[in-house]
């Protein structure tokens, strides 16, 4: 029962973790900022609002922003929250959750490459090839936690994570953390990797693919990156905060105060770092990578 | 205990990791002199109960002394010394020593799990950490063209043997310690001074360019 209460939350809470981050960034610069729900205030707007199709599009680009939301409502069923098991939970299913978060992306270029614009291909190449190098970085981690905890899910890893495991294992799980961090920031599209907030299409690489959208289907494809960074972040903060040993609500309630928290520490990221050059990303998703197996040899020892 | 000692060679793999992938001479300096003010508690830490005590504490008041502040202040004199460039541009690329870094650390991980350590020695960590310092450091000795970066590989393959050193062989006399600690105080002494004169008379340290300084080649112009 309790496993549904973090989807409802996911559901309910994603497009929040936009509006923090927006208001730390705003509070860094010394402006007021836009209100925490603006993103809901967005998401309404755009739903109401009709879509524009370019005649050069066919049916995948429509079919993008769905199928993509799917994977990510999908991929939330199976994050665990709050100390609990997910209401979807298998052994093996974090191979699954790294493929529905491929997915999403696969559909999401494909969409981009369907409107034959060269600044979005440009965007999608970059997307794949970011991506490409950020997967072995979550993968890794996570077998990491996974030999850690003994568990082969992600409800097994996470749900069973109490500060018994962390004395266990304080050195692996702390690398994870920090590597599940980057690997956060870019598959987000967050500053280090990209600027979401810079319309030079030369630069950013996942706002240029969603150029096209507009409407409801830019509506779609904001709540599914939202999803995805609130179940990524639910990973970051299952992984840093060992909540099973605090009761049922209190764990709940510690778990959505750590990403409220993780929003806050993406916000000063983004206000005290500048982006990477194009060239110096790889190596930033690459040193996550070597992060994670340096956690999974310890882990192994 | 064992998890603070886990904590620091930890540390300390980071900090050689970084230096892999650092092209500035400045953050390679710093990394190295993080290194050196991390091993300083092993010592302490290793030592246990009985081995607790003022040996102990001058082998690490000595490490940070030598290690964390002296190599570190003749290297960045070295680097202040000649108009060296402050990239440097390495025969192994940087993404692809990080990548080389992954291979030395599972080659430590797997030798390690082949020597067996004489029990109640250590950390299961000390010998694969040992040795993947030791190894990483010869990589950027070998990997690198600049004579200043290649004296840091050699730092970090120091800090390797005596990462072995401290946690294996515990029991070695402090003299030993502070004996090999001299020795290598004065092979970067001697390297220190020679980089800077070369750095202020030659506007560079790449040593393959080392072979022009005969006189015969002179001759022949």
């Known amino acids: ?301 | 205990m064992n998890s603070w000692i886990d904590a620091v060679l930890v540390l300390i793999t980071l900090t050689s990791l970084v230096l892999l992938g650092a092209s500035r001479l400045g953050t390679s300096i710093r990394m190295v002199a993080l290194q050196g003010v991390l091993l300083s508690p092993l010592p302490l830490l290793l030592a246990g109960p009985s081995g607790f005590g003022p040996r102990a504490a001058m082998l690490a008041v000595a490490t940070v002394l030598i290690k964390g502040l002296g190599f570190p202040w003749l290297m960045a004199r070295a680097v202040r010394g000649g108009s060296q460039r402050r990239e440097m541009d390495p025969r192994v690329g940087y993404n692809a020593s990080l990548l080389a870094g992954v291979l030395l650390m599972v080659v430590a991980f797997l030798l390690s799990s082949r020597l067996p350590l004489p029990p109640g020695e250590g950390t299961p960590l000390v010998l694969p950490v040992a040795l993947f310092n030791i190894l990483a450091g010869m990589f950027v000795i070998a990997s690198r063209r600049q004579a200043i970066t290649q004296v840091l590989g050699y730092l970090v393959m120091e800090n390797g043997i005596y990462v072995f050193g401290v946690g294996i062989a515990s029991h070695q006399p402090l003299l030993v310690e502070l004996g090999i600690l001299l020795d290598v105080f004065a092979a970067v002494f001697v390297m220190g001074i020679v980089i800077f004169h070369m750095g202020r008379e030659l506007d560079h340290t790449d040593t393959d360019r080392l072979t022009l300084l005969n006189d015969w080649q002179k001759e022949k112009e």
């Not at chain 1, 270029?109 to 965007?123: H, N």
């Not at chain 1, 049922?248 to 993406?266: P, T, Y």
């Open chain 1, 1 to 301: 029962m309790s496993g549904y209460a973090g989807l409802f939350a996911a559901l309910v809470l994603a497009p929040l973790l936009p509006g923090v981050i927006n208001r730390t960034k705003s509070f860094f610069a010394g402006r007021r900022g836009p209100p925490l729900l603006q993103p809901y205030f967005d998401l309404a707007k755009l739903l109401r609002k009709g879509a524009v199709y370019s005649t050069t599009t066919t049916w995948l680009f429509r079919a993008g922003p769905v199928v993509g939301l799917a994977a990510m409502i999908v991929a939330s069923a199976l994050a665990p929250f709050g100390g609990v098991s997910a209401p979807l939970a298998f052994a093996g299913d974090f191979l699954f959750f790294a493929g529905l978060l491929g997915v999403t992306r696969f559909v999401t270029m494909l969409a981009a490459l369907d409107t034959g614009s060269s600044f979005e291909g440009m965007g999608a190449s970059r997307e794949a090839q970011f991506a490409a190098l950020a997967e072995p970085a979550f993968l890794l981690g996570l077998t990491a936690v996974a030999w850690k905890t003994g568990g082969l899910s992600l409800s097994g890893m996470l749900g069973t994570n109490s500060f018994a495991t962390w004395s266990g294992a304080t050195a692996p799980l702390a690398l994870v953390c920090v590597s599940l961090l980057v690997v956060f920031l870019a598959e987000n599209a967050r500053i280090p990797v990209d600027d979401p907030n810079t319309h030079l299409e030369l630069t950013m690489f996942h706002e240029v693919m969603v150029l096209d959208h507009g409407g409801p289907d830019l509506a779609l494809i904001q709540y599914a990156a939202a999803l995805k960074m609130w179940v990524l972040g639910s990973l970051v903060v299952g992984i840093a905060l060992p909540v099973r040993s605090l009761a049922h609500g209190w764990a709940f309630a510690a778990s959505v105060a750590g990403m409220l928290v993780l929003c806050v520490i993406v916000g000063v990221v983004e206000s005290c770092l500048a982006r990477l050059r194009l060239t110096r990303v790889p190596q930033l998703l690459l040193g996550a990578g070597v992060l994670s197996l340096l956690a999974l040899f310890i882990g192994l020892k």
